[in-house]
T-cell receptor, first 114, second 114 residues
Framework: QKEVEQNSGPLSVPEGAIASLNCTYS??????FFWYRQYSGKSPELIMF????GDKEDGRFTAQLNKASQYVSLLIRDSQPSDSATYLC??????????????FGKGTTLSVSS | NAGVTQTPKFQVLKTGQSMTLQCAQD?????MYWYRQDPGMGLRLIYY???????DKGEVPNGYNVSRLNKREFSLRLESAAPSQTSVYFC?????????????FGPGTRLTVT
């Protein structure tokens, strides 16, 4: 079983819609969950992280975590063409401490059409 | 703050040549990492350094060596480059925020080995 799984997409949504990106992970000991955005030819950029069950909102972005189901999602409200990128889900490899490695999914490509 | 910087941005090597990729961060982070990113494979951890003076192998360390020169700098060396090492290399550093170790990435080095 792959450690962090994402649908590769592409996920296509019209401008103004809600984009929903999903991620599952295999290690129940993982405690921190991250979403990165990566534009083509650029480096990953941290959008937000979450470590408690439930929702965490930051502007147009909402991260959702369900540890029982080992499921993390990212919702992007009012999607803009500038949101078109690959979104990487990352999970810490236990234990959660200095130097802790992140395990990355392969990413979901989002395309927002105007 | 420049954040995480990497040199060079691009490099072409012939098989068997050696080179060192340089990484520096000015955010006073303790932990630093080297990843490679290949199409269809996602980001994979090569080596990491939890703190100054320590280094550890990641997922794909073969063919690489690292040096944590001081708190700011973490270099990656290819002693005898092989075509399989053609990749994009990212350096990252991390800080603990509320118990989650957020990683911040440099702009990357695009390496081609012929």
């Amino acid at each position: 079983q792959k450690e962090v799984e994402q649908n590769s997409g592409p996920l296509s949504v019209p401008e103004g819609a809600i984009a929903s990106l999903n991620c599952t992970y295999s290690d129940r000991g993982s405690q921190s969950f991250f979403w990165y955005r990566q534009y083509s030819g650029k480096s990953p950029e941290l959008i937000m992280f979450i470590y408690s069950n439930g929702d965490k909102e930051d502007g147009r972005f909402t991260a959702q975590l369900n540890k029982a189901s080992q499921y993390v999602s990212l919702l992007i409200r009012d999607s803009q063409p500038s949101d078109s990128a690959t979104y990487l889900c990352a999970v810490n490899r236990p234990p959660n401490q200095a130097g802790t490695a992140l395990i990355f999914g392969k990413g979901t490509t989002l395309s927002v059409s105007s | 703050n420049a954040g995480v910087t990497q040199t060079p941005k691009f490099q072409v090597l012939k098989t068997g040549q050696s080179m060192t990729l340089q990484c520096a961060q000015d955010m006073n982070h303790n932990s630093m990492y080297w990843y490679r990113q290949d199409p269809g494979m996602g980001l994979r951890l090569i080596y990491y350094s939890a703190s100054e003076g320590t280094t550890d192998k990641g997922e794909v360390p073969n063919g690489y060596n690292v040096s944590r020169l001081n708190k700011r700098e973490f270099s990656l060396r290819l002693e005898s480059a092989a075509p399989s090492q053609t990749s994009v290399y990212f350096c990252a550093s991390s800080v603990s925020t509320s118990g989650a170790y957020e990683q911040y990435f440099g702009p990357g080095t695009r390496l081609t080995v012929t």
